[in-house]
């Protein structure tokens, strides 16, 4: 028995079989909406809130400050919360009223600005004047740290060591950074799959960065391919994926999917394991399900 933050993690691994005939390629989803504050983001806030703390980088008198599309501040605010610290979360103003109101219901100030280059500029210049403390989850190692220690181990025991392919958005890229550093000591011949926007597409929750603001944690020599998924592409998915599989979950989930698929369609045999980051009532305000 624990608190919430002991339900973080250990979410499932779910097999994908509608979508595909090969039956030498599987194809799973990890579930990381599960996570108690709702997205695989539950892991790096918690790491990052503890680690400072353990370091002494931050007290309960602390201000902390981040910018954040949504996920990570959601989860932010709910561990802030627990340890009674003080939260301003800075994220786009086109980001669903429900992400606002769940962060809000946590405890959290939310300031909503034009862009997310914006609200990155805007935590950082606060973090510099007023004293506050910015987690920077674009640049804090504790970010990839929360999946070596968790979600590449546990993606590597539940598929007994058998997986072939690892596929993420990359957003602020922890994720990815991450199961690639743990599955890489595993086995340098697993694939690590990154998708991103294409240039024209507009994807919540997975970013093409401009190169100024691309994050510091990210190392794109362990990367072994980068994906360019289309809007329609995560938005189709994303619907097909709850109709057909149960699986509800966000548009960066379904490009996350649209990759895996692509993947599977050039393989003979294999196995891919793609990251569903969060759940899909976090966008029941916005048309992806409309």
Request: charged share 25%.
């Amino acid at each position: 028995m624990g608190n919430i933050i002991d339900t973080i993690g250990n979410t499932p691994l779910v097999e994908i079989t509608q979508f595909h005939t090969n039956p030498k390629v599987r194809i799973f989803a990890k579930m990381e909406g599960n996570n108690p504050a709702g997205s695989v983001k539950d892991r790096a806030a918690l790491n990052m809130i503890r680690s400072a703390m353990e370091r002494g980088d931050i007290t309960k008198d602390s201000k902390l400050i981040e910018a954040t599309s949504g996920n990570t501040g959601i989860a932010l605010a709910m561990i802030a919360g627990i340890y009674g610290l003080n939260l301003e979360l800075v994220m786009p103003a086109s980001s669903t009223r429900e992400r606002t109101l769940t962060m809000e219901a946590y405890g959290a100030k939310v300031t909503l600005l034009e862009s997310m280059e914006i609200c990155r500029d805007y935590a950082e210049e606060k973090a510099e004047k007023e004293g506050y403390f910015i987690l920077n989850q674009f640049a804090n190692p504790d970010n990839y740290e929360a999946h070596i220690k968790t979600t590449g181990p546990e993606i590597w025991r539940d598929t007994e060591g058998k997986i072939t392919h690892f596929v993420s958005a990359m957003g602020t890229t922890g994720t990815i950074m991450g199961n690639s550093i743990y599955l890489k000591e595993k086995n340098a011949a697993i694939q690590i799959v990154g998708c991103q926007p294409t240039p024209e597409s507009s994807i919540p929750g997975i970013r093409r960065w401009p190169e100024a603001y691309l994050p510091k944690i990210f190392d794109p020599s362990r990367v072994d391919r980068v994906i360019d998924i289309s809007q329609q592409e995560a938005t189709e998915f994303a619907r097909e994926l709850v109709k057909r599989e149960g699986v509800f979950a966000g548009m960066s989930t379904g490009g996350a999917f649209a990759g895996a698929l692509k993947i599977a369609n050039e393989i003979e045999a294999g196995l891919i394991v793609f990251i569903a980051c969060d759940r899909g009532d976090r966008y029941l305000s916005s048309d992806l399900f409309g």
